[in-house]
């Protein structure tokens, strides 16, 4: 059953709409590097669904029989109120929060699809295919250009990020997004990821920090 709420980091319920995640592709170097792809001139934007989303705190739950399925940890933006066509000025002032989020992704399925032209969804945008943890509160992030996050998977590191890595920073990218469609509140932003994609396995368990706000203990069911 469908139960996602956006929550804070004392766990308390977050007093915004749930909305869509528009996530951004190709957004540090190593990653477009680790997949063989092009470095994009202006970013690289998909939607996943509210259905996408579920709470990191709990099992992931990876789809089976559609071949690998995909970490990919992300810096994840919570939008408090609309942008649209949006200054640097007024995406500073938008923003709730910052949290992680996985952008699950069915790898094989997405090579066939990027080799038809054909969009990514089914890879990309299934049910739960969007973890989400809790968010810390935007004026206790010191620097949106220097968080620093990591996932462990059964104890070893297998993503490593600074947010000071990406090609476009986050309020450039909500900027850019801004002006392609709207923002609203309860929207959420995914940043993109850096190099360490691979294959998660039922019973893996898995270690996400955020650094200085907080740690998520899981495993992949
Ligand atoms: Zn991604």
């Known amino acids: 059953m469908f139960e996602y709420r956006h929550i804070d980091s004392d766990g308390n319920n977050i007093d915004l709409p749930l909305g869509k995640v528009v996530c951004v592709g190709r957004n540090y170097l190593q990653h477009i590097k680790e997949l063989d792809n092009e470095v994009p001139s202006t970013p690289l934007l998909f939607i996943k ?42 995406v500073t002032a938008a923003i709730w929060g910052v949290g992680l989020g996985l952008d699950l992704t069915l790898r094989d399925v997405q090579s066939t699809l990027k080799k038809q032209g054909h969009p ?8 739960a295919s969007c973890p989400m943890s809790q968010f810390a509160a935007v004026n206790r992030v010191e620097n949106l250009t220097d968080i620093d996050f990591s996932l462990q998977v059964n104890n070893e590191l297998r993503q490593l990020g600074n947010s000071q890595h990406m090609l476009f920073s986050i309020v450039k990218l909500l900027v850019n997004i801004s002006h392609a469609f709207t923002l609203l509140p309860g929207d959420i932003v995914m940043t993109g990821t850096p190099k360490g994609v691979a294959s998660l396995s039922v019973g893996d368990e898995l270690l996400i920090d955020l650094n200085g706000h907080f740690s998520i203990m899981t495993n992949v069911v």
Do not use: M, Q
């Open 49 to 90: 669904p509210t259905t996408a989303l579920c709470d990191l705190n709990k099992p992931v739950v990876i789809p089976k029989n559609f071949g690998p399925c995909h970490n990919e940890l992300e810096v994840a933006i919570l939008i408090k109120s609309p942008l649209c066509k949006a200054s640097t000025e007024d």
């Open 120 to 127: 990514w969804e089914r890879a990309k945008a299934f049910d």
